[in-house]
């Protein structure tokens, strides 16, 4: 098998609701989406960078760069495995977006000349309903945010995450804890937002009977999150800290990692991902996919992942209308009443782009003969 070309569209879509978390807020979801040509089949993917280096160092820019000058080079030849194209980029230091999104590529190209769901090549069960959570932006007041919260329950979403910040935690968290009950699964992301020194603070946390609190401390830190943890007995997930299985490995070997958020984009692909998935199930490690207000690929891919058994905690990939007016794919994704997506059956990720709807969102375009 061998590839052809790969082409880079650069999407602007409108989001139904600014999104703001600790570090930032948009409006706009903004991305690049990946197309590998070759032998007559099309595999797609989306970047997960973002406008600015406030999650991640990584952005749009920065992706550009990453695939036209240091990925390409690397894609000759025959590919006999979709495996093998985090081998051929291990060279390429960090860029672990823009890794990810070309390798994406790659295995849905790959399963679709096998004429295979994306998930069977994965190693993924034949589940046909995903559970799934909901990311909640910082709203302007604890009454907005119990609304919506609380619109989001109704509609089936399987647990509520909340994002904080400083001024924005046990407040708006113990209102809603009070409006929705006991029972539902709330859990908080700060995104970096804290310090150590802000671990009394966190003692406020326990009764709220969160799930888990979401990357509290630095966003290159494990050391001081397990500080933080012996001192808890709410569990920490770690989100931006973990690029890779070795970093899963240390962070629960210090006590720094009582769940993970797994993003395909943040490690670089879906081999360290399996590997990831690997390990967490190997430790009993609570597991769950996070997000990146994926248009519908991101989602798709994010779904055939959620198919290893390794994830065992609803995640964030929401249905396509709690984010965008109109998704980029021909039939966009739809919460089920029981609170789950439909993975899709077809080949590959089993979603294809809607060529209407990308004419009216794509700014630029990019082709490399590979
Ligand atoms: O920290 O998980 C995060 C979105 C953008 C950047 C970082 C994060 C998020 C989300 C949204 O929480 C998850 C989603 O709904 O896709
Ligand atoms: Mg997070």
């Not at 600015?52 to 990453?66: D, F, G, K, N």
């Not at 990311?135 to 109704?154: C, F, N, R, T």
């Not at 029981?338 to 709807?357: F, Q, Y």
Request: glycine fraction near 8%; hydrophobic fraction near 40%; include cysteine.
């Amino acid at each position: 098998m061998r590839l052809e070309e790969i082409q880079l569209q650069f999407i602007s879509l409108p989001l139904k609701t600014p999104f703001a978390t600790s570090f930032g807020r948009e409006d706009t979801k903004r991305a690049w989406i990946i197309t590998v040509r070759g032998e007559g089949i099309e595999g797609y993917a989306e970047s997960v960078a973002s406008d600015l280096p406030l999650y991640s160092e990584e952005t749009h820019a920065s992706v550009y760069y990453a695939i036209r000058d240091a990925i390409i080079p690397h894609l000759q030849g025959n590919i006999t495995d979709p495996q093998e194209i985090s081998l051929r980029l291990q060279s390429i230091r960090g860029n672990r977006m823009a890794k990810a999104a070309v390798e994406m590529a790659i295995w849905d190209w790959f399963a679709k000349s096998e004429r295979q769901p994306l998930y069977r090549l994965l190693g993924g069960r034949d589940v046909d309903r995903i559970p799934v959570g909901v990311s909640i932006g910082i709203q302007d007041s604890p009454e907005q945010l119990g609304a919506v919260a609380e619109s989001y329950w109704k509609q089936g979403y399987r647990r509520l995450k909340i994002k904080i910040r400083p001024g924005w935690d046990v407040i708006p968290l113990r209102l809603l804890r009070a409006r929705l009950g006991d029972e539902v699964p709330i859990m908080a992301d700060a995104n970096s937002a804290y310090r150590l020194a802000d671990r009394d603070h966190f003692k406020e946390f326990e009764d709220l009977h969160l799930m888990m609190i979401e990357q509290p401390l630095a966003y290159d830190d494990i050391v001081d999150h397990a500080t933080l943890a012996k001192t808890l007995s709410t569990p920490i997930c770690l989100d931006e800290s973990i690029h890779s299985v070795d970093d899963a490995r240390k962070a629960w070997e210090l006590g720094a990692l009582g769940i993970i958020n797994l993003k395909v984009g943040r490690v670089g692909g879906y081999a360290p991902s399996l590997a990831i998935e690997a390990f967490a199930r190997q430790h009993h490690i609570p597991l769950w996919c996070g997000g990146m207000l994926e248009t519908g690929i991101g989602r798709a891919h994010n779904l055939h992942l959620t198919t290893l058994a390794g994830f065992t905690l609803p995640g964030d990939t929401s249905a396509s209308d709690r984010y965008f007016w109109q998704d980029i794919i021909t039939e966009p994704f739809a919460l089920n009443a029981d609170g789950t997506l439909t993975v899709p059956t077809g080949p590959g990720i089993g979603v294809d782009l809607d060529p209407k709807r990308m004419q009216e969102v794509c700014t630029y375009e990019e082709t490399w003969k590979i």
